[in-house]
C-alpha cells in the first residue's frame, strides 16, 4: 500500500474531488488561463526530471537521496514539482471552473509539507547538513 501515499495520488484524489463536488461559487471557466497554468506546471516537472536524472538521485518521496539539487529549476524552488502538483490542481480547476479546486489548493499544500516535504527536508538536512541550510537560506521552499 507504499503506491498510495505519494504526491500524484493526493493529486489525483484533490482533482477528483474537486471535479466532482458542485460547489462552484460563480467562477467561470477559464480555459485558456487554466492550460497556460498546466504548461507551466508540465515545464516545472520536466526542468526537475532533468535535472533529478543529471544528477543520478531518487525522485521517489521518502527515499534517501543521494545528491543535493541545487541547479537548473531547483535554483528558483527547492519543490518545483510539488509546486506543479499545486499548478495542476488549480489549471485543472480553472478550466472547469470549479471554485472548490482553487480553495483545495492551500489543502493540497498542506498535506503535501506535512506528508513529504518536511520528512524529505529531514532527510536532506542529515545528509547534507550546512551545505542544504545554505541552499534553504537561499532558495525559497515553493517559488
Excluded at 3 to 22: F, G
Excluded at 33 to 41: K, N, P, R, T, Y
Excluded at 50 to 55: D, I, K, L, S, Y
Excluded at 72 to 95: M, V, W
Amino acid at each position: 500500500m507504499k503506491w498510495i501515499d505519494l504526491p500524484p495520488v493526493w493529486t489525483i484524489a484533490a482533482l477528483v474531488l474537486a471535479k466532482s463536488l458542485p460547489i462552484d461559487a460563480g467562477l467561470a471557466k477559464a480555459p485558456t488561463f487554466g492550460g497556460i497554468v498546466l504548461c507551466v506546471a508540465a515545464a516545472l516537472i520536466g526542468a526537475s526530471l532533468v535535472e533529478f536524472a543529471r544528477v543520478k538521485t531518487t525522485v521517489i518521496p521518502h527515499q534517501d537521496p543521494s545528491a543535493l539539487i541545487t541547479s537548473g529549476i531547483f535554483r528558483l524552488s527547492r519543490n518545483p514539482i510539488y509546486l506543479a502538483d499545486l499548478l495542476i490542481l488549480a489549471g485543472f480547476s480553472l478550466i472547469w471552473g470549479k471554485f472548490i479546486g482553487l480553495v483545495l489548493v492551500p489543502v493540497l499544500g498542506f498535506v503535501l509539507i506535512t506528508r513529504f516535504i518536511a520528512g524529505e527536508e529531514a532527510r536532506l538536512h542529515a545528509r547534507f547538513g550546512p551545505e542544504y541550510a545554505a541552499y534553504c537560506a537561499r532558495t525559497r521552499r515553493w517559488i
